[in-house]
């Protein structure tokens, strides 16, 4: 038989009251019933999906980044739709008056001569006949002295001769820069009172072309004048084609 130490002796007794005092209410001392920790468990199953998460809160404004390259040009957009027509505008201011203008006046030429009574006659075959006495030359485009006309504005022209022929036969013609344009003839039959010649004629003209009356045979040189009857040379411009004039610009 095993004999125990006394300080084993004396814990079987402290027990043995422990549990007799306690078997009576069938429960065991807490400090009685402490065990070795258990074999760890398996491991859980996998839960169900959490709820979504709340939005988080705006984070703070960063410093401005650098400014990044030009891009390419993009290409022309198709052409809208015109707008509706605007409201009118109000009256401008009235501007300033103008300069005045140069008065558009319709180019004029227009003349009449006739022989003086004193002209010495008869004239030779070429000679320019100068009828010195002017009633109408305003423009100063007919020259006494010299019997001819000059051009000076552009366009059709009527000239006119008007010869009393007296004692003698007549032949003239009107030239035109050295040509003839136009001859005129009268034969005197003896008669015993002066006749008349007459004719005309349209020339289209450019400044500086010359028309004047010539004779045009010596023997027939019978151009008379009196204080009843008179021998004339006349022309008019009938219409201007000066396109640099004023008035038709």
Known sequence: MTTLGQPSVY????????????????????????????????????GSP???????RDGRDAAPGEKGEKGDRGGTGETGQRGL????????????????GECAVAPKSAF???????????????????????????????????????????GV???????????????????????????YFQFYGNWPKPVSLSGGSLLHLVPGDQV???????????????SKTDSTFSGFLIYSDWKHSAVFA
């Open 212 to 226: 004047w009356v010539q004779m045009a045979l010596g023997e027939y040189n019978g151009f008379y004048t009196s």
């Open 85 to 100: 027509t605007g409201d009118r505008g109000d009256p401008g201011e009235k501007g300033e008056r103008g300069q005045p």
């Open 50 to 56: 959490g709820q979504p998460g709340r939005d988080g």
């Open 157 to 183: 022209y009527y000239f006119a001769v008007h010869a009393t022929v007296y004692r003698s036969s007549l032949q003239f013609d009107l030239m035109k820069n050295g040509h003839a344009v136009a001859s």
């Open 112 to 154: 009449s001569a006739k022989l003086s009574e004193g002209l010495t006659l008869p004239l030779s075959v070429g000679d320019t006949v100068r009828f010195d006495k002017i009633t109408l030359n305003e423009q100063s485009d007919y020259n006494a002295e010299t019997g001819r006309f000059t051009c000076k504005v552009p």
């Open 11 to 46: 814990l079987l007794l402290m027990l043995q009251v422990c549990l007799s005092g306690q078997l009576d209410d069938n429960k065991i001392p807490a400090s009685l019933c402490v065990g070795q920790p258990g074999i760890p468990g398996s491991p859980g199953v996998h």
